[in-house]
């Protein structure tokens, strides 16, 4: 059957960024922008003192700093969320609040090193689109998810306040110490970032780029164990960013040698876009929780400019963690989106019609790890055509918002 119709509860994106995407709603969105010049343009009919942009595809173009810097204060963060651009202008204007980030934001060690404080600039204007943002999530079929780096403490408060029950809060070590004991309540657990990302060349490798470098790794193994131990102080819970195969190694020999006991800290690996099988079994013995994107399987078709073949082929092996280490979606595999995009359609498309095989996902396995337990939310209606390699979604909420 190449054909069929089916329903499904509406999603739970278990990684997002919920206060960050909200401040940015009114950011031109380039994700669509194949050249510079369509992109100089989108920031260009920006309105405001500061032109902000997200989306930026660094795979397909470069934003020069005399371009950007035509366009007065501006400031554009890369799709991969980890890599920025400010024109001169912009860091004139905003030097005197930030002035780490205005001298900072051109160093990507710095930046990978400091991310907490980079989403701090684009969350300073506050909680207010918070509500907009999350009507659009419920229009995409996403009625639960769960903000990673939630800032500033007023997105904490609102969140827990008029989103329990919907929105999990996740807080770097540094944000979680500054909280109020309100919002350090609403906070379940502690994010920390092993490596940067594939889009911003950071994420580290166990080989090299095809241009030279490995990505960085962003804390020994020392420190690392150490930030692990505090974040089981702290909340007992902690989400650890890990992409490339040689942070995914850092991260388990962590965890192994910590000494941490299992049920003083429960660990969850966030992307593990690279993680191979032996590395899979440890995770397993350790009983981690993988969270993973589908829809980063399409970094197999965008990064072959920065991947050797090896890594374009093992990027989420959902199929060898399932079929081979023994995962189970909804269990200790669970799936979100990053914000790249949001919503039903995306998600699904990418889970059933990946690059390659070995990414595919089943749409039993979609709905374990993917979606609310039951349809008292609303529902999606699904028509999956596997021949022209689309999913239509119609998201049918059970009441209004």
């Known amino acids: 059957m190449s054909a069929f119709r089916a329903e499904l509860p509406l999603l739970h994106d278990r990684h997002t960024h919920v206060s960050f995407y909200a401040a940015l709603a009114a950011a031109a969105d380039l994700s669509g922008c194949r050249v510079l010049g369509e992109a ?23 934003l020069p700093p005399a371009a950007l810097d035509r366009l007065g204060p501006a400031l554009v963060c890369n799709v991969s969320l980890h890599s920025f651009r400010m024109s001169a202008p912009a860091r004139e204007l905003l030097a005197r609040d930030f002035p780490d980030i205005a001298a900072g934001i051109d160093d990507q060690d710095w930046v ?23 009507e659009r999530l419920a229009a995409l079929g996403v009625w639960a998810a769960e903000d ?21 809060l996740w807080a770097a070590p540094d944000v979680y110490r500054r909280l109020g004991q309100e919002a350090k309540k609403a906070v379940g657990g502690i994010k920390l970032f092993a490596d940067g990302a594939l889009g911003a060349r950071t994420a580290a490798l166990s080989g090299e780029y095809l241009r030279g470098g490995q990505g960085l790794l962003l804390h020994s193994r020392d420190e690392l164990e150490g930030l692990l131990r505090e974040a089981a102080d702290l909340t007992g819970r902690v989400a650890v960013h890990a992409i490339g195969g040689a942070a995914l190694e850092q991260l388990l020999s962590a965890l192994e040698r910590s000494g941490i006991p299992a049920g003083d800290l429960a660990v969850r690996i966030e992307h593990a876009q690279l993680i191979g099988p032996e590395q899979a079994r440890r995770a397993k013995k350790l009983g981690a929780v993988l969270c993973m994107q589908p829809n980063f399987s399409s970094d197999s078709a965008d990064y072959a ?12 092996p959902f199929r060898m963690l399932i079929d081979g280490a023994g995962f189970v979606p909804g269990e200790d595999l669970l799936f979100g989106s990053d914000g790249m995009p949001h919503g039903a359609r995306a998600a699904l498309e990418a889970a059933l019609f990946p690059p390659y095989p070995g990414q595919r996902l089943a749409l039993a396995e979609f709905r374990a790890g993917y979606c609310l337990p039951d349809t008292s939310a609303g529902r999606l209606a699904l028509e999956i055509d596997e021949e022209k390699r689309t999913a239509a979604v119609e998201v049918r909420l059970a009441s209004a918002l």
């Open 40 to 62: 100089l343009e989108k920031l260009g009919e920006q309105k405001g003192p500061l032109r902000l942009g997200r989306g930026w595809r660094s795979n397909l173009y470069e």
């Open 112 to 134: 990978e090193r400091h991310l907490p404080r980079v989403f701090s600039l684009f969350t300073a204007s506050g909680a207010g689109g918070i509500p907009g943002f999350m």
């Open 148 to 168: 990673m780096l939630v800032c500033p403490e007023e997105a904490a408060l609102l969140l827990a306040r008029s989103y329990a029950g919907r929105v999990k």
């Open 305 to 316: 400019d920065r991947l050797p073949e090896e890594c374009l082929r093992a990027n989420n």
